[in-house]
């Protein structure tokens, strides 16, 4: 899904990702994990174009998006969540709609796919409801509903649970597994809780001041950590 080749990205003086090489592949969920400010939400901004890295190459599905024109048509094939949700001053239905609708769909479709995600979600009986009043984990939902609405190829997901209680968490964590599973939607979740990377990823990248340190599948990185700096982080003996 995205191929990274020597990849940069400064600050001033300071290199927040130096990655000289990385694969995210297609169909599995990516856990990037690693300690506040080891680069992880910089990386997940780079892959989804809203920043360009100072060098390097990112290549999504052969395109190369530091230099790919017209970007838009790229961007529309992603869709990211961050960690706290930003909902447009609009009902809940509006805003699942929104992406919808700037891709030009008949109305028709935009009710069947908005109620169908509203759905999915748990949250039909508050389409009508202005979405800023909805408490912590409904506009967290509201806000997936609006990045998988539009199919895209890849979701990308900033510490979406870290502020919410263990129900939503769960919720959450389910409808990641579905999007992954039932709609075949490639994800890469960004995350410093280490259950839950172990619960929901496929692969794991564990990033420490701004660099890949550990690299593999969710199991082998757990159980069989071959960098000091992952083994520390996973058993809580990392002081960051």
Request: aromatic content about 6%; proline content about 5%; charged content about 25%.
């Amino acid at each position: 899904m995205f191929r990274l080749e020597s990849v940069c990205k400064s600050y001033g003086s300071r290199n927040v990702v130096e990655i000289p090489g990385c694969v995210f592949t297609r169909g599995l969920i990516h856990g990037i994990m690693g300690p506040s400010g080891s680069g992880k939400s910089t990386l997940l901004r780079l892959l989804n174009m809203i920043e360009k890295p100072t060098a390097g190459q990112i290549i999504f599905r052969g395109h190369d998006l530091v230099t790919c024109r017209p970007r838009l048509s790229l961007q529309r094939r992603m869709a990211m969540v961050f960690q706290k949700p930003v909902l447009f001053e609009a009902s809940v239905y509006e805003n699942v709609a929104y992406g919808l609708k700037v891709r030009g769909l008949q109305r028709a479709d935009v009710r069947e796919k908005v109620l169908e995600a509203l759905k999915t979600v748990g949250l039909v009986h508050l389409e009508r409801q202005p979405a800023r009043t909805l408490s912590g984990g409904e506009a967290q939902r509201v806000a997936i509903a609006r990045a998988f609405v539009t199919e895209p190829e890849v979701l990308l997901l900033d510490e979406p649970t870290s502020n919410l209680d263990p129900q939503n968490v769960g919720m959450i964590e389910d409808l990641v597994r579905m999007i992954n599973r039932e709609r075949q939607t490639t994800v890469i979740l960004v995350t410093h809780n280490v259950f839950q990377a172990r619960r929901l990823a496929d692969h794991i990248t564990f990033m420490y001041e701004g660099k890949v340190v550990e690299d593999g599948p969710t199991e082998a990185v757990f159980t069989s950590p071959g960098d000091d700096r992952t083994r520390a982080f996973i058993h809580g003996d990392m002081v960051y």
